[in-house]
């Protein structure tokens, strides 16, 4: 997915040993379409060389105010204003000081200090020995950088150059593309809480054995990206998958039926939207032996009982209504033929404003799907697309759905 086609990005380096983790990010940013631009600081050039950044964005490095390149001689002027964003990535507490200070004794500081605020974004990835950044001065500073306009993507935890461990890494440079492909999403979703399930369950049998289904939870791991990357405060209730959390989602895993049932009526409690993605297995063994089913060696297979699985989506709507609630719910239907019928006599069953059908063997496991939105109005169909694509389609379409927005 060229996910920043037509994006110009300026890329400022710092002196830490978190830019070789940039040279990285410039490689992410470039495959996405983006056009990047590195300014690096005498201190990062200590670090990476200024070759190594300019084979990788394609573009020499800017690493002086005197640069003799700009026929106006003002760099500072010209590489701010040809930004869609600018990213610090590593932001030293030095610099980071020096920012807030509204310094400009070299091209970097200078060239945050003069971007048109209300139209280049500034993005701070800071880097920092732990003692550093826990100390009063860089909070502080942090602070005020939030305060004066900028947005601080936080650091990672764990082992450090220096041999310490814990906060103030540098993000990992997957972690800053997915921060800065967010930037550049509408925030349609901003004051909004929504909650998304997704993943099959697992109903034990025994200690050993369950039973499951194919979703991979794909779909619904990014309708709760898309969601965040529209504004809102994103619970994700996920079953048993093996797929990294979006950036700033806060993750629920659960196991069974039961567990997301209680887990996401939870969650529900303060939420405005619910998207039931996940693929909830319809029945559970009605007895859960405390050791291993054996064989009895005669051939004899054991008759297994089935109880129903409360419905959660039904559930959770159902609640919401009786509360009068604004609670704006979403249901998936995974089919494998008539999908306009099912889908319909679906959405009238669990009484939701929306229902969302796909083709079940088409979907599970795929990273694209095609959708049939299903609503009182009619049926329409977004195309075959990535997911995470039908997923920021699908966002569009609840936030213009919701009653919050109507009354705007
Ligand atoms: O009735 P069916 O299982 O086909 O409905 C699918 C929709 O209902 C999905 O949105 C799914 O997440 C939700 N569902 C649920 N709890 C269940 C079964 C389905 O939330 N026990």
Not at 5 to 25: D, F, M, N, Q, R
Not at 207 to 214: A, K, L, Q, V, Y
Not at 218 to 233: C, N, P, S, Y
Request: one cysteine or more; hydrophobic letters at 45%.
């Amino acid at each position: 997915m060229q996910e920043l086609a037509g994006k110009h990005i300026v890329l400022g380096l710092t002196g830490g040993i978190a830019c070789y983790k940039s040279a990285e990010l410039c490689r992410l940013l470039v495959k996405a379409g983006a056009t990047v631009q590195v300014v690096m600081t005498e201190a990062a050039a200590q670090f990476i060389t200024p070759v190594t950044m300019q084979a990788l964005s394609g573009r020499r490095v800017y690493t002086s105010q005197w640069d003799a390149r700009e026929p106006n001689g003002m760099p500072h002027i010209n590489l701010s204003r040809e930004a869609d964003a600018i990213v610090l990535a590593p932001a030293s507490a030095d610099f980071i000081a020096r920012l807030v200070q509204g310094r400009s004794d070299e091209l970097l500081s200078l060239m945050c200090l003069a971007r048109p605020m209300e139209r280049v974004p500034l993005l701070i990835a800071p880097a920092m020995n732990r003692e550093m950044w826990s100390h009063p001065a860089t909070q502080r500073n942090l602070r005020q950088l939030d305060a004066d306009g900028a947005r601080v993507l936080g650091v990672g935890n764990g082992w450090q150059a220096c041999g310490e461990t814990g906060d103030g890494r540098m993000l990992e440079a997957v972690q800053l593309f997915e921060d800065i492909v967010a930037q550049f999403q509408p925030k349609v979703l901003a004051g909004e809480r929504i909650v998304v399930t997704a993943g099959p369950t697992f109903e034990a049998l025994d200690p050993i054995r369950g039973i499951t289904n194919h979703s991979s939870g794909k779909m619904g791991f990014a309708i709760a990206r898309a969601a965040r990357e529209a504004g809102a405060e994103v619970t994700l209730v996920a079953g048993p998958v093996h797929l990294p959390t979006p950036r700033n989602v806060r993750r629920v895993d659960v196991v069974s039926a039961a567990d997301m049932l209680q887990a996401t009526v939870l969650a529900c409690e303060d939420a405005s939207v619910f998207v039931a993605t996940a693929a909830v297995a319809d029945w559970r063994p009605a007895a859960h032996s405390e050791h291993k089913i054996k064989k009895d060696g005669g051939g004899k297979a054991p008759s297994l009982q089935f109880v129903e699985n409360e419905d959660i989506l039904l559930t959770v709507a159902k609640g919401a209504r009786a509360q009068g609630g604004q609670l704006f719910c979403v249901g998936f239907a995974a089919e494998s033929e008539n999908l306009v019928e099912h889908a319909k006599a679906k959405r009238a069953r669990k009484g939701i404003p929306l229902l969302v059908g796909n083709i079940g063997p088409l979907t599970f496991g795929q990273d694209d799907n095609s959708l049939l939105l299903v609503d009182a109005d009619g049926v329409r169909e977004l195309p075959r697309a990535p997911k995470l694509t039908l997923a920021r389609e699908l966002v569009a379409e609840i936030a213009a759905r919701l009653p919050s927005r109507s009354r705007r």
